[in-house]
């Protein structure tokens, strides 16, 4: 078995090709990745669902939107916290994945966490990939992989994600950022 280099903490982009539907073009945060597979979730799929509709304690501290995120298409009936908490030490209940990005156990008291959080976001599923399933993806050219900020966890317009993080990037990826929603119409 070869070894796979761990991309946890990394953004998952869908190049323009990627055909699912699900990830057209998504942002995803990786949150998991290593020989056995691969977890994230889709940062720029907001719903219509408030959270205060399924998770009313965590209402005020999710951030603008205050929606619950469509995280990918496994397991939609499950939820996730993902916050951004600065500092070397979380608060209990919180564990980091990278940097200052880490899980929030949604069943913690959301008092425990509230004076800590930079930043929270709650999804619905998550999107997941089984051993070398993603290491597959990346070699047919389905994913740029970048580094991910922690504002990307809290990106205030989460529908001009994917164009923002490809523009930062300092290559040749800040041109893909201008691709049209749908190049027939050229």
Do not use: K
């Not at 977890?39 to 209402?59: E, M, S």
């Not at 970048?146 to 966890?153: K, Q």
């Amino acid at each position: 078995m070869t070894e796979v280099s761990s991309l946890t903490g990394r953004l998952l982009v869908a190049t323009p090709a990627l055909a699912d539907p699900n990830f057209d073009r998504a942002v995803v945060l990786l949150l998991d990745h290593d020989e056995e597979g691969s977890l994230g979730v889709v940062l720029n799929r907001p719903t219509p669902v408030g959270v205060g509709d399924i998770l009313l304690p965590w209402a005020a501290l999710a951030g603008e939107p205050g929606v619950v995120f469509q995280g990918g298409p496994v397991s939609l009936d499950s939820a996730l916290g993902v916050a951004v908490i600065p500092g070397d030490e979380g608060p209990l209940g919180w564990r980091r994945v990278h940097g200052a990005i880490g899980l929030v156990d949604l069943e913690t008291p959301p008092e425990l966490l509230a004076s800590a959080l930079g930043s929270l976001r709650i999804f619905a599923g998550y999107s997941g990939w089984g051993p070398g399933q993603l290491e597959e993806e990346l070699s047919d050219g389905a994913w740029y992989v970048v580094e991910s900020e922690p504002g990307d966890v809290s990106a205030p317009d989460p529908e001009r994600l994917w164009r923002s993080v490809l523009r930062r990037q300092r290559s040749e990826l800040a041109m893909v950022a201008t691709y049209p929603d749908d190049p027939t119409l050229n």
